[in-house]
């Protein structure tokens, strides 16, 4: 059925929950940080306990762009074919990598730092005018849109001196993370068994090497995402492009949901339940993920019509080192 965004035309956010729980028993390993190890922190309400990050906001952001790429044939899954996109080749013409799952997508040094500078002469060229005085964030989007509409959600920052001596960045219109309250340590270890040399220099890898290990269990694992929809508006880009964006997000947040909850070997959830919207707070409602893959291609080519993704839409240029 055809989507209907009416009910989001004048909210800045569209906020939505989604309960998680471990796909098998009752623990799940939450995402750990150098020299910290898992993000663990009180509630606001001292009688909720503990709260652990279960997934941050940059890794959450990763995986809602994997899960729009069909790695096999170097492509966009179906539903999402017509987008622009850079892709990276190797000397030998080889797929190396794209701006789609690239950390810093454009700014990727693949696309900016080798000795192809295709992408980052276009970008000179159309962002001269941005060199001296305030950046120009309707001009920046609309270019960004010509090379990559998946920078628009997830934001960018050309870091380069060349490119406006590296003011330009668009902050994420799309965000997400999940949490897990009332978390409790599920304490655990083992032993890597050398089974030759039971007493050999563990340094070299050889020996048996006993190892702690901390799991955690909650009665409470929410996936919580953040749809700017004002930031969207403010780009001036047009209905066709806004829709185009929202259904984009929200593709991404189902694919998600359905196929890309196995975050690590020991965190492998699945919803409990529909996506709640939390804002607004009536009158909208997730459209199933069919709905969504049915109208993508028409809305990609609507925005395509109208020449707004430019004349190529795959760039494609080599990496070498200089």
């Given at each position: 059925?055809?989507?209907?965004?009416?009910?989001?035309?004048?909210?800045?956010?569209?906020?939505?929950?989604?309960?998680?729980?471990?796909?098998?028993?009752?623990?799940?390993?939450?995402?750990?940080?150098?020299?910290?190890?898992?993000?663990?922190?009180?509630?606001?309400?001292?009688?909720?306990?503990?709260?652990?990050?279960?997934?941050?906001?940059?890794?959450?952001?990763?995986?809602?762009?994997?899960?729009?790429?069909?790695?096999?044939?170097?492509?966009?899954?179906?539903?999402?074919?017509?987008?622009?996109?850079?892709?990276?080749?190797?000397?030998?013409?080889?797929?190396?990598?794209?701006?789609?799952?690239?950390?810093?997508?454009?700014?990727?040094?693949?696309?900016?730092?080798?000795?192809?500078?295709?992408?980052?002469?276009?970008?000179?060229?159309?962002?001269?005018?941005?060199?001296?005085?305030?950046?120009?964030?309707?001009?920046?989007?609309?270019?960004?849109?010509?090379?990559?509409?998946?920078?628009?959600?997830?934001?960018?920052?050309?870091?380069?001196?060349?490119?406006?001596?590296?003011?330009?960045r668009l902050p994420?219109?799309?965000?997400?993370?999940?949490?897990?309250?009332?978390?409790?340590?599920?304490?655990?270890?083992?032993?890597?068994?050398?089974?030759?040399?039971?007493?050999?220099?563990?340094?070299?890898?050889?020996?048996?090497?006993?190892?702690?290990?901390?799991?955690?269990?909650?009665?409470?694992?929410?996936?919580?995402?953040?749809?700017?929809?004002?930031?969207?508006?403010?780009?001036?880009?047009?209905?066709?492009?806004?829709?185009?964006?929202?259904?984009?997000?929200?593709?991404?947040?189902?694919?998600?949901?359905t196929d890309g909850?196995?975050?690590?070997?020991?965190?492998?959830?699945?919803?409990?339940?529909?996506?709640?919207?939390?804002?607004?707070?009536?009158?909208?409602?997730?459209?199933?993920?069919?709905?969504?893959?049915?109208?993508?291609?028409?809305?990609?080519?609507?925005?395509?019509?109208?020449?707004?993704?430019?004349?190529?839409?795959?760039?494609?240029?080599?990496?070498?080192?200089?």
């Amino acid at each position: 059925m055809p989507l209907d965004f009416s009910a989001l035309a004048t909210e800045s956010r569209l906020l939505i929950e989604v309960p998680l729980r471990p796909v098998q028993g009752t623990r799940f390993q939450p995402t750990g940080f150098p020299n910290l190890g898992a993000a663990v922190y009180s509630h606001p309400d001292a009688d909720k306990g503990q709260v652990v990050l279960v997934e941050s906001a940059q890794s959450m952001a990763n995986r809602l762009e994997t899960v729009c790429w069909d790695e096999p044939n170097d492509d966009w899954v179906a539903p999402l074919k017509g987008l622009p996109v850079v892709k990276v080749v190797d000397k030998d013409g080889k797929p190396l990598t794209n701006s789609l799952l690239e950390a810093h997508r454009l700014n990727s040094p693949y696309i900016l730092e080798g000795k192809d500078k295709t992408v980052l002469d276009m970008l000179k060229a159309r962002l001269a005018s941005m060199e001296e005085g305030r950046v120009d964030l309707r001009e920046l989007a609309r270019v960004l849109l010509e090379f990559d509409a998946n920078a628009l959600l997830h934001g960018v920052f050309l870091a380069k001196k060349e490119l406006a001596g590296g003011r330009l960045r668009l902050p994420r219109a799309l965000s997400a993370f999940i949490e897990a309250g009332d978390a409790k340590v599920a304490a655990s270890g083992g032993v890597k068994n050398d089974s030759v040399n039971p007493s050999g220099d563990a340094a070299k890898g050889f020996g048996n090497v006993p190892f702690a290990r901390d799991e955690y269990t909650s009665p409470a694992i929410t996936a919580f995402f953040n749809l700017d929809l004002r930031q969207i508006r403010a780009f001036g880009l047009g209905t066709d492009v806004g829709d185009l964006l929202i259904a984009l997000a929200l593709f991404k947040i189902r694919r998600l949901l359905t196929d890309g909850l196995r975050l690590r070997t020991a965190c492998d959830l699945e919803p409990m339940g529909e996506p709640r919207v939390t804002r607004p707070e009536s009158g909208f409602t997730v459209p199933p993920l069919k709905d969504l893959e049915a109208a993508l291609p028409g809305l990609i080519e609507a925005v395509g019509a109208k020449g707004l993704f430019g004349d190529d839409r795959v760039l494609t240029v080599s990496y070498e080192k200089k």
